[in-house]
């Protein structure tokens, strides 16, 4: 049977709601040790989390940072391993958030909870049905290597609707990605929490800039004329698409350069500020008239809808078909860093040179 949130997850949940902070507003991030500062706290978080497991809880929410359960990925409602919220008490429910936070922004912080939350919206819309359980406490945090350690290790915390990756190399740089969210309902249509919407400003800028388009314009932006039932990296270890697709910056208006600039950052201040600063000096560094923004779908409001944002070191792709257009998708994914690639390459190429003869 399905139970009810615990007091303190009421809290977190309310919170999430009613104080989400956007993210234009995220504070700006340290100077010179960013990723370091992040690094170190999210290692405290997940000391502290660690310190509070029984054996059993340890042993199934930690893994050798090699396995291959670390890219093992996905958004839908599937088994998984790891140390589910249901299973802990409420003292490791509470440092779990804690680790959850440490990765994210307070608007990130906000949506994933709220997120979270959904599946009892779902639980009581399918009450009877024969679909997937539905169950809030289902989310599962996974420990990758030691944290803290000299090497590398990771985190994850994933359920449905909800995949946050953190891989962490040499105490110093941190890798965010793939970072998804997504929203069943996106609208909830009636009961208590009607008008709630996650990722209202996910779908509402995204129109407004392929609304903003020319009819020329709308000719390159359009990739198809429907909208794809899904994205089309969808849980891929790696995301490779056409990089071309779509309208290039280099071609919008001044206006339409600024909103996508500015939903880029929606996307990238879901992580914690270090991290998305990071993120943004890479892409700009990367050249913002290389990025490409694309469409699918109708453009009216209700209309099933697809777009995609990639430059040369991101890809942002976000749907909204399922259930009448009121299902969505969302993913962050670095082209050069998910699950740490990049940094866990420079990291063994500087650790195995061979010393100067």
Do not use: C
């Not at 290597?145 to 995949?163: F, M």
């Not at 040499?170 to 709630?196: E, Q």
């Not at 399922?322 to 990049?342: C, K, M, P």
């Amino acid at each position: 049977m399905f139970r009810p949130a615990k007091a303190i997850a009421s809290i977190l949940l309310a919170l999430a709601v009613y104080a989400p902070a956007r993210a234009a507003d995220a504070p700006p991030a340290r100077p010179a040790d960013d990723a370091a500062v992040a690094a170190r706290e999210m290692a405290q978080a997940a000391d502290h989390f660690i310190a509070a497991l029984s054996p059993e809880a340890l042993a199934k929410a930690s893994f050798d940072f090699d396995d291959q359960e670390r890219v093992n990925w996905h958004f839908i409602p599937r088994p998984r391993k790891g140390l589910p919220i249901k299973e802990m008490t409420p003292a490791q429910r509470n440092l779990a958030h804690a680790l959850l936070s440490s990765g994210l922004g307070n608007r990130g912080y906000a949506e994933a909870v709220t997120i979270m939350s959904l599946e009892q919206v779902l639980h009581d819309m399918e009450a009877g049905g024969t679909g997937p359980t539905r169950d809030a406490e289902l989310y599962f945090f996974s420990l990758f290597g030691k944290p803290g350690a000299k090497d590398q290790w990771g985190w994850r915390v994933e359920g449905h609707h909800l995949s946050l990756n953190f891989t962490i190399v040499n105490g110093k740089a941190v890798g965010g990605a793939p970072a998804f969210f997504g929203t069943n309902p996106a609208n909830i249509m009636d009961g208590p929490r009607k008008g709630l919407r996650v990722l209202a400003e996910e779908e509402d800028m995204g129109r407004q800039l392929a609304t903003s388009m020319s009819d020329e314009e709308k000719e390159t932006v359009m990739i198809l004329k429907e909208a794809p039932k899904e994205m089309l990296t969808a849980n891929n270890r790696k995301a490779q698409l056409d990089a071309n697709a779509g309208l290039p910056v280099a071609k919008m208006t001044a206006d339409q350069k600024g909103l996508l600039t500015s939903l880029i950052k929606i996307y990238a201040y879901r992580l914690r500020p270090e991290l998305a600063a990071e993120d943004m000096k890479r892409i700009e560094a990367a050249g913002m008239d290389k990025i490409h923004f694309s469409w699918a779908g109708g453009l009216a409001a209700g209309a099933p809808h697809y777009y995609r944002i990639q430059g040369p070191t991101f890809m942002i792709e976000y749907d909204d078909t399922q259930n009448n257009a009121n299902h969505i998708h969302t993913v962050w994914r670095d082209l050069e860093r998910d699950f740490g690639d990049d940094l866990l390459l420079k990291h063994y190429q500087e650790s195995h040179q061979e010393p100067a003869k």
